[in-house]
């Protein structure tokens, strides 16, 4: 257990976080098939209850109150990402009401730091003890551990509130407000946007992009996000992904030219990016198609909304990123990047990865996001940075960047 809270011994809520990480020392490489970061047993009470929060596309996040008796309750994830459906979050509860749970009653909660695979589970024993697990989904993970190396799990952020779920609230609030946001907009205000997308799809150009821009600054926008359609020969959604370089006969000036013409109306500018993804028709993958997360030799491949997804397990896949959006970032004055994320990992095999070691690529692919985006956030440490997947499928604390 790590990061006690600060304050008085007797002022709830108290935080911590937990991880775990094995260590190999001696002998040969060990394989690592179920890693939880948290476990933690409760002795029996009466009538426990257990809220996750649960729904779907555009109805993301539902209390849901579930009665624990003998047996397991569980969520999880295996697109990944941590989903839609299924926020990476539990909490044990005395009170069985949800009205009376918001500001009364214990509440013992997990928050996953993680945006991949992952598994809350409560488990009643027939003692009427209570395990909670939090971790990696096992399902479809492996980590081969050579002698001498180790692995950190993600850490998960415990939370006890005497308060019920609003004492909860406001100390996951706090906590991340100061160790995961980036220092330079704690206690900032974000700007009033509006984007592209609903306004014109893929129909983008300087001029109608400059229209409403100075439309909006008359209504008090304060930053103008162009969306999907300013790169490559993106006319729909059939091609172009992972050609991050601006369509000139719609932009002749580039981005540069646009952020100037936006920032002289007094307004900042933004960018739609879905860095991940690939479109069977770009450049992109005519040069790469084993850059793709699939078994090679196999003909098959799935598209999801017309696109595959790019392997970033793969070194070469997160410079290549890497790069392309430095190169964009860096010639003009764009202040936000919309990173999008809109169709879930399937045929999720590693080419470059030996083929015992398979288990290991939807973290490694995680890992690999996650170097990625930090590379960006150092690189340009005023960039406001929305980790955006179809709205809130991707809204998770691994994502506060």
């Avoid at 893929?202 to 008090?220: C, I, N, P, T």
Wanted: some cysteine; aromatic content about 10%.
């Amino acid at each position: 257990v790590k990061n006690p809270s600060e304050g008085e011994e007797t002022s709830p809520p108290r935080l911590f976080g937990m991880e775990a990480t094995p260590r190999r020392s001696q002998g040969g490489s060990v394989n690592i098939d179920r890693l939880m970061s948290a476990t933690v047993d409760f002795h029996p009470f009466p009538y426990p209850k257990l809220v996750t929060l649960s729904g779907s596309w555009a109805n993301e996040r539902r209390m849901r109150i579930h009665s624990l008796e003998q047996g397991k309750v569980s969520i999880d994830s295996l697109r990944g990402t941590s989903s839609h459906q299924h926020n990476p979050f539990c909490a044990i509860t005395t009170t069985s009401e949800a009205d009376s749970l918001e500001t009364t009653g214990d509440v013992w909660a997990f928050s996953f730091v993680y945006s991949g695979n992952f598994l809350m589970e409560a488990e009643v024993a027939e003692t009427g003890r209570i395990r909670v697990n939090c971790g990696i989904n096992p399902k479809a993970f492996s980590w081969d551990l050579p002698c001498g190396d180790s692995f950190e799990s993600p850490e998960v952020v415990l939370v006890y509130s005497a308060t019920g779920l609003e004492g909860m609230s406001h100390a996951f609030h706090g906590f991340y407000r100061e160790n995961l946001m980036p220092e330079r907009f704690k206690g900032t205000v974000p700007p009033v946007l509006l984007n592209t997308w609903e306004a014109m799809y893929f129909d983008v150009s300087h001029e109608r992009v400059m229209d409403l821009a100075r439309s909006a600054v008359k209504v008090g926008v304060e930053l103008i996000v162009l969306d999907d359609g300013w790169f490559g020969n993106r006319q729909d959604a059939t091609s172009s992904l992972g050609d991050w370089y601006e369509d000139l006969k719609k932009f002749p000036s580039g981005m540069e030219g646009l952020s100037n013409d936006i920032n002289s109306l007094g307004l900042k500018f933004g960018l739609w990016v879905e860095p991940e993804m690939i479109s069977v028709d770009s450049q992109l993958y005519a040069q790469h198609p084993e850059w793709c997360l699939n078994q090679q030799g196999r003909n098959f491949r799935c598209e999801g909304r017309n696109q595959l997804v790019l392997d970033f397990s793969r070194e070469e896949v997160q410079q290549y990123i890497i790069d392309k959006l430095s190169d964009i970032l860096s010639k003009a004055n764009i202040e936000y990047m919309k990173w999008d994320m809109n169709r879930h990992l399937t045929e999720v095999y590693g080419n470059q990865i030996d083929p015992r070691k398979q288990g290991e690529v939807f973290h490694r692919y995680m890992v690999g996001v996650y170097k990625v985006l930090g590379t960006i956030n150092q690189r340009f440490p005023d960039l406001r940075i929305e980790t955006c997947s179809g709205g809130g499928g991707g809204f998770d604390p691994g994502m506060l960047f």
